[in-house]
């Protein structure tokens, strides 16, 4: 970094005038108290809906964080790409979509659904990701998995802390009924791997989800992504290029639930949303950037989320094409 800034090299070479820039955004919408957090487990219903945390990290390093980015929130759906990955890593990439298609599904993200081969339709909705817990580290005793998946976490994020929120983890254990569906829907159309036990798998789905970090953790996870992989601030090669390729083109028509298309539309970038409010934002070869707020619109995406991406793309052309 600091060969970088003395050469003149860096990406956001006038990095304050950009936090500048975020920090007016975040306060444009400090007010914005539209949305609802969700409901359907009740553990996340608890969390306070106001809070809201921006976090910034370039793919040589630079950090920015402002509002709540040192409060811990759970990554629920955002854990779908990192495990995609986790697989490709794994089987590579025809085994894996062998249980896994790679279309949009066009309906919601816990849709009892297949496509016409009898498979969950991508990784980024709940059918998909449970599919690809079936595929990590199969035999590996559970908690074997789980720290495996948690250690990946810390290494995408360059040694952030990585916690467990394990109120949530129970709450949304007990109320998953629909994961439950799916689950044996899927089974019915023999779409998991011999062997998988359904229990265990739908189990260690809910336990990545409630996966928790900060937002400047998960910023850094973002850049990682950015930077083809490769953790800007340790230098570790977490992921291949190839794997982060396909993980990035399937967050850019599939992360943001049934607004995939319009924000790939207007915004233009690979994303990834939770239902805790979470936002996971790519830019490649320039940053990732996470936005934490609890309040969701009608279509389960945070409402201070979409809106910072849309007037960060206003502010500065991000968009791909
Ligand atoms: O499976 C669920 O319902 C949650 N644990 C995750 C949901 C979520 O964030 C939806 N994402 N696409």
């Known amino acids: 970094l600091l060969a970088r800034a003395v050469t003149g ?3 956001i070479p006038d990095f304050p005038s950009f936090t500048a820039d975020i920090t007016g955004i975040y306060q444009n919408l400090l007010d914005d ?41 759970c990554v629920q759906s955002v854990c779908k790409p990192i495990n995609y990955s986790l697989t490709l890593e794994e089987h590579g990439a025809e085994v894996v979509h062998r249980h896994v298609g790679r279309e949009p ?15 969950p339709h991508n990784p980024m909705i709940n059918s998909g990701a449970i599919m690809s817990c079936s595929l990590i580290k199969p035999d590996l005793a559970v908690a ?30 007990q109320t998953a009924d629909r994961n439950f569906a799916l689950g044996y829907f899927m089974r019915e159309h023999g779409a998991f791997p011999a062997g998988t036990d359904l229990i265990e798998t739908l189990e260690f789905y809910f336990q990545c989800c409630s996966i928790e970090l900060d937002a400047g ?63 996971m934002l790519v830019i490649p070869q320039v940053m990732g950037i996470a936005i934490w707020s609890p309040r969701l619109d009608a279509l389960g995406n945070s409402v201070r989320g979409i ?13 791909i094409y």
């Open 217 to 279: 953790g998960l910023a850094s996870v973002a850049a990682t992504l950015a930077n083809g992989g490769m953790m800007p601030l340790t230098s570790d090669q977490v992921f291949s290029t190839e794997s982060v390729q396909k993980c990035l083109s399937l967050m850019s028509s599939c992360g943001m639930y049934d607004y995939s298309g319009e924000f790939a539309f207007t915004i233009g970038l690979p994303a990834k949303s939770g239902v805790s409010g979470a936002l």
């Open 9 to 11: 090299d860096l990406v």
């Open 33 to 73: 108290r539209r949305g609802a957090v969700a409901d359907y487990i009740p553990q996340l219903k608890r969390v306070p809906p106001d809070q809201f945390a921006v976090a910034v990290c370039t793919v040589d390093g630079q950090r920015f964080s402002i509002g709540d980015a040192g409060v811990g929130f």
């Open 105 to 119: 599904s066009g309906r919601g993200f816990n849709e009892l659904s297949v496509n016409g081969d009898g498979l």
């Open 144 to 173: 074997d998995r789980f720290d495996y998946v948690a250690d990946t976490w810390r290494a995408l994020s360059g040694g952030s802390p990585v916690g467990f929120n394990n109120a949530v983890y129970l709450s949304e254990r």
């Open 307 to 319: 809106e910072f991406c849309r007037q960060l793309v206003e502010k500065y052309n991000f968009h």
